[in-house]
């Protein structure tokens, strides 16, 4: 049977990695042809051109699709129903918190009816799935404490709590072409490889379908973007890292990947949340600091890098950013291995 499984894996990888690719040129095709779907590129001089947003939805359909394609071989062909539910269940959270980020997109980018607080209640909702079939474990194991079991306090607060955080922190680090998709792929190419060790191999699976959804994406999303992701690419991938730490008992894990969103959650802070990401885009479209002081990494990033190279352009920030994280990759190995936290 084992060749089945690694068939279906295939076959999984393949559907997800095709569903996103067309998906996304199907949704560049349609909503390029409606004003209230475009928004400007605001790290190009001028604003211009504008592109079409919310391509978040060609992900989460991929996403899902893949896994409910993965269920049905899984359950007719290898005649097992083990996990069912948990990917169940994570198929609706996924939903869910594509349905909110989407009504942020469509609601909150013009006319900011959707702001602070209310973003962070409306995504409360997205906790309850995995809240009552009370998902993970009690026992966390946390960086410098050790083991704590936190009973019954894990589902009704840990969960939820920890769920709005992912959701809303991801979207925090956005605004560049290609940020959000390839921190993503990073991010659950870490929690791929740490399920693997685990061996949570099920959890391998839909890492993969993830990562190959965000390719499929990433291909026009990257430098110079054609779609944006929007709120609906980057709850949804929020979640999902919520939904890992928690499903595969990776909180720690969890915790160090998130850690370039915490800091930028402190640094967004600092501003009252009011800053943006962008840069001042110069005519070739190099960018300039748009602050006098650092609002997010990426400000950080582009002094650094204005110190190293006369000009910069988003792709470097982008891949200085990537940088970031994948530093964090290296720790969450070192720590697999030599548990230095």
């Excluded at 609601?107 to 997205?126: A, V």
């Excluded at 404490?145 to 019954?152: A, D, L, W």
């Excluded at 402190?266 to 110069?282: D, E, M, Q």
Aim: one cysteine or more.
């Amino acid at each position: 049977m084992a060749w089945l499984e690694i068939l279906i894996t295939i076959i999984s990888f393949a559907i997800s990695l095709l569903l996103s690719y067309f998906l996304t040129k199907f949704w560049i095709s349609l909503a390029k042809h409606h004003k209230e779907m475009l928004q400007p590129d605001m790290n190009k001089y001028n604003s211009k051109p504008t592109i079409p947003k919310t391509g978040g939805i060609a992900v989460m359909l991929s996403i899902v699709l893949s896994l409910f394609v993965y269920i049905f071989f899984k359950t007719f062909f290898l005649q097992s129903n083990t996990h069912i539910i948990e990917t169940l269940t994570i198929i609706i959270t996924v939903f869910m918190a594509f349905l909110i980020g989407f009504i942020d997109d469509i609601f909150g980018w013009k006319k900011s009816s959707i702001t602070g607080l209310k973003k962070i209640l409306m995504t409360i909702p997205i906790a309850i799935p995995l809240m009552i079939i009370n998902a993970g474990h009690s026992i966390m194991n946390l960086p410098f404490i050790g083991q704590v079991n936190f009973g019954i306090i894990y589902p009704l607060v840990i969960v939820p709590l920890s769920l709005i955080g992912t959701t809303n922190g991801f979207n925090l680090l956005a605004g560049f072409n290609g940020l959000e998709a390839g921190l993503g792929i990073i991010i659950f190419t870490a929690l791929g490889i740490a399920s693997l060790f685990a061996g949570e191999i099920w959890l391998v699976l839909i890492a993969g379908v993830i990562i190959f959804s965000l390719i499929g994406f990433l291909i026009f999303n990257k430098y110079p973007a054609k779609i944006f992701p929007g709120n609906t690419l980057t709850y949804v991938i929020g979640c999902l890292i919520g939904c890992f730490a928690i499903i595969g008992n990776m909180e720690k894990i969890a915790l160090i990947l998130f850690i370039p969103f915490i800091i930028e959650g402190f640094l967004k802070l600092t501003s009252k949340f009011k800053a943006h990401n962008f840069g001042i885009p110069n005519k070739d479209n190099s960018l300039e600091p748009r602050y006098k002081k650092n609002y997010s990494l990426t400000h950080i990033a582009l002094r650094i890098l204005k110190k190293v190279k006369h000009k910069v352009y988003e792709k470097d920030i982008v891949y200085f950013v990537y940088l970031v994280e994948l530093i964090f990759v290296l720790l969450v190995f070192l720590n697999m291995f030599l548990n230095i936290l």
